[in-house]
């Protein structure tokens, strides 16, 4: 049974920080990369961040280079998304994604495999 569980969420002022987390279980961490994804409302889904195993393949989307960061823990399965500098526009639903195939994680509305419930950020 796969779950990707995501936290960390919440309010922020413009130019404030969040981190959030994704805890993974059930697949194969050494064959799955792993990302974020954002959609704000009426808005489509889009991938904002994507690591490989072995922390290859980093990807962001330029809405948010230079101030998003990716970072993973294998020893404890998680999936991190360091957010500064964060701006109004930032203001989505989050949800964190794995899936074989890196170029997923590009762009709008790719069919991944697993996902998790989402975690709302909301930047003021």
């Known amino acids: 049974h796969v779950q990707l569980v995501e936290s960390g969420g919440g309010s922020v002022q413009a130019g404030g920080s969040l981190r959030l987390s994704c805890v993974g279980s059930?697949?194969?961490?050494?064959?799955?990369?792993v990302g974020w994804f954002r959609q704000a409302p009426g808005k489509e889904r889009l991938g904002v961040a994507r690591?490989?195993?072995?922390?290859?393949?980093?990807y962001y989307d330029d809405s948010v280079k230079g101030r998003f960061t990716i970072a993973q823990d294998n020893a404890k399965n998680t999936v991190y998304l360091q957010m500064n500098s964060l701006r109004p526009e930032d203001t989505a639903m989050y949800y964190c994604?794995?899936?074989?195939?890196?170029?997923?994680?590009?762009?709008?509305?790719?069919?991944?495999?697993?996902w998790g419930q989402g975690t709302q950020v909301t930047v003021s």
């Open positions: 994604a794995a899936d074989v195939d890196r170029f997923k994680f590009i762009g709008y509305g790719w069919p991944l495999n697993y």
């Open positions: 059930g697949y194969d961490f050494s064959m799955h990369c």
């Open positions: 690591v490989c195993p072995g922390g290859s393949h980093t």
